[in-house]
Nanobody, 133 residues
Framework: EVQLVESGGGLVQAGGSLRLSCVASGFNFDDYVFAWFRQAPGKEREGTSFIKVRDGNTYYAESVKGRFTISSNNAKNTVYLQMNSLKFEDTAVYYC??????????????????????????WGQGTQVTVSS
């Protein structure tokens, strides 16, 4: 069964840090592109951080660049999101997502970059991050 399981969310004061984890199972971890999305109440889902596991290439949204770091541990089939200097506006449900080989091929077909939000087809259940001001 293809599955992503997130953990590590919680309540933190502004300026603090949290690390989210996403354990993947049921597919070949090394071949996939992973991302962390977030969605706050009343707002659209936003892709924040992306990583191509095979070569370690990363991409960040401007809103988190310099504060968030995405990484992977291939031996543990786990993707992490280190979030530093958290702000009130970072409050959201954070979702781990993966882009399957089929989705990646579709992105190539339409000449979209690997961090194109529409090409992620495997999703975790989400973990709440709340930043108090």
């Amino acid at each position: 069964e293809v599955q992503l399981v997130e953990s590590g969310g919680g309540l933190v004061q502004a300026g603090g840090s949290l690390r989210l984890s996403c354990v993947a199972s049921g597919f070949n971890f090394d071949d996939y592109v992973f991302a962390w999305f977030r969605q706050a109440p009343g707002k659209e889902r936003e892709g924040t951080s992306f990583i191509k596991v095979r070569d370690g290439n990363t991409y960040y949204a401007e809103s988190v660049k310099g504060r968030f770091t995405i990484s992977s541990n291939n031996a543990k089939n786990t993707v992490y999101l280190q979030m530093n200097s958290l702000k009130f506006e970072d409050t959201a449900v954070y979702y781990c997502a993966a882009s399957s080989l089929t989705a990646q091929a579709r992105a190539v077909m339409f000449d979209r970059p690997y961090y194109s939000s529409q090409d992620f087809d495997i999703w975790g259940q989400g973990t709440q991050v709340t930043v108090s001001s």
